[in-house]
């Protein structure tokens, strides 16, 4: 019998030698104060805890796995799988799917509503775990790649538009972008609050000058000196910019100097506009992944509590 524990600080030593997924791997590899930010969170709210929470399988010192969950929207009470991870010679003993079950049911029971994941859409065996533990596809996510090497003469914006650096003054309006282009159905669930988007680094967005009204938003990230990702929004009604959008971040921000660089954007598939424009540009599709989604419904929560028998243990459904 094993047991699931949140992450303690004499587990980093021995978790190094036995994990080889490159994901926890930069988490156990963190500075001391990290470490112990990492391991004390068990003590915090789950509502304001700014790393992820790691929890650990164990049957007697022996190490059978571990998951790795964070909060994307306080709001929402949203939270996102980052990572199941089980050593090759343990899997298909039921341990993801009892380390999976145990974030639903702990997070559940402190008022988690939603819980996220992407799954590379070629990775069966684990899209078969999540399934198994209720998940239900929501969309795809489409990773689109690039190597531009030269300075372009581009449609940038023209002077009714403001590009510039995101302020903390825009984030509610930058929220309620998010939510203008994800179909109703399932903002719910895939919606983020503002919180999400101040985390954000080198975010740019585009004001329409006329109505001084927030149209456009763009979180750059540097993945090396010469590679590059992007997620990009902008309002329905504002479609035919995506293009000049584009554009103006690559050539005017990004290619100031001419250099060569590979850029990634990250699109999910109800982004239609963004899918043509993309493909339009010489972009190429490298990895899809699967958007899933696994809803806890409160009240079915409240109404089990109440009629539970006496005495017997009360924990959240899975």
Known sequence: MFKIRTLQLQNFDLLKEEIKDPFFLKMLNASSVQKLLYVTQSFIPHNLRILPSIHVAFEAKSFLGCIALSSISKSNNCWQIQEVYVP?????????????????????????????????????????????????????????????DELHEASILDSDHIFRQQTNNDLPEIEKLELSIIPPDLRPALGRSKD???????????????????????????????????????????????????????????????????????????????????????????????????????????????????????????
């Open 196 to 318: 999400y988007f101040k985390d954000k680094k080198n975010a740019i967005v585009l004001v329409d000058k006329a109505r001084n009204l927030l149209i456009g938003w763009a979180q750059i990230q540097e993945i090396s000196q010469e590679d590059y990702s992007l997620e990009l929004l902008i309002n329905p009604g504002w479609n035919h910019l995506y293009e000049n959008f584009l554009n103006t971040i690559i050539y005017d921000h990004l290619t100031t100097k001419g250099k060569k660089i590979k850029l990634i954007i990250k699109v999910v598939d109800y982004v239609t506009e963004l899918t043509h424009i993309v493909t339009k540009l010489g972009f190429l599709p490298t990895s899809v992944k699967e958007l899933l989604v696994r809803t806890i419904w409160q009240k079915v929560k409240e109404r089990k509590k109440k009629t539970a028998k006496v005495g017997a243990p009360s924990i959240a459904p899975t």
């Open 88 to 148: 090759d010679e343990m899997r298909n003993k039921g341990i993801g799917e009892e380390l999976l079950r145990y974030v639903l049911s702990v997070y559940g029971g402190y008022g988690i509503e939603h819980f996220l994941a992407e799954v590379d859409s070629s990775n069966f065996p684990a899209l078969s775990l999540f399934h198994q533990c209720g998940f239900r596809r929501y969309a795809k996510v489409y990773f689109y790649e690039k190597e531009i």
